[in-house]
């Protein structure tokens, strides 16, 4: 049920939302899956490297034995062209071999509702909601806020019932307490507290599947609710998502990854 405060903040928002984004083409599926990636190209997507990756930008992006790759080289994104709400995203990854040479995690991230010009956000994303895809992390959730063409911020806002653990960080629990996204990353139910982000680590409840093999993701999105699967496990929950519909965005952020079986499907019937 939508909140008093969200319906509020709806009220305010939109305009900036609609401006943003009037010139998408907005989809719900409704009896048919949708796979916006064919196999072959990678039409019915845009590419997006921050100004100083530009160079590479030719070998950021392809596609390899029918999967879309994404080399690692620089930070940015694909996208979808079109936008979406209402849909049960099912998405499946696997690392590659390049890193950012550094001693963390590989990282990367599947951003939900992108709305607004091309890299708004620091000139390097969109505004949106952001699955986190990084080892040890897979299901957290953030909020990237951007800017319109006018330099005003896009806004983007959640809440999730949360528990707040030993090490001081919120963690989605079904039965935590009602919280307003503030700043800080909403953690996926079992994060290890402690947990070092050292590359090809994993937390001691990791659900995503080892190196070198697939993880399936899912985001089931409707209404203004997101509700995230890893491997078929129920890991994050939030509600009061502004906005609540937009483009999909497959991250980039110098970790090589590769993406299959893009399925955008209907939800079930009331």
Not at 26 to 44: A, D, H, Y
Not at 176 to 193: I, K, L, N
């Amino acid at each position: 049920m939508q909140s008093p405060t969200l319906a509020i903040l709806i009220l305010i928002l939109l305009p900036f939302a609609v401006r943003a984004d009037e010139s998408l083409k907005m989809i719900e599926p409704k009896s048919k899956v949708i796979k916006p990636f064919n196999g072959t190209n990678l039409e019915g997507f845009t590419t997006w490297l921050r100004e100083q990756d530009r160079f590479e930008h030719s070998e950021a992006y392809s596609v390899v034995d029918g999967t879309i790759r994404i080399a690692g080289k620089g930070m940015g994104y694909i996208a979808t062209v079109n936008a979406y709400r209402n849909y049960h995203l099912s998405i499946e990854y696997r690392w590659g071999e390049r890193t950012d040479g550094s001693k963390y995690v590989r990282n990367s991230g599947i951003l939900l509702h992108a709305t607004g010009p091309e890299g708004n956000a620091r000139g390097t994303w969109m505004a949106s909601v952001e699955v986190q895809l990084a080892q040890g992390c897979e299901g957290d959730l953030i909020v990237i806020r951007g800017e319109d063409d006018a330099g005003k911020t896009i806004p983007v806002t959640l809440s999730s019932r949360t528990i707040v653990a030993e090490d001081s960080r919120t963690r989605w629990r079904e039965d935590g307490a009602p919280t307003v996204y503030s700043g800080r990353q909403f953690w996926w139910s079992h994060h290890e507290a402690g947990f070092e982000e050292l590359r090809d680590t994993r937390g001691k409840n990791d659900v995503a599947s080892p190196l070198g093999e697939w993880t399936k993701v899912e985001c089931i999105c409707e209404g203004n609710e997101i509700t995230v699967k890893i491997n078929g496990q129920i890991v994050n929950h939030c509600y009061d998502v502004f906005p609540a519909a937009g483009r999909i965005l497959l991250e980039n952020e110098s970790s090589e990854v590769y993406f299959r079986n893009f399925e955008i499907r209907p939800l079930p019937a009331p």
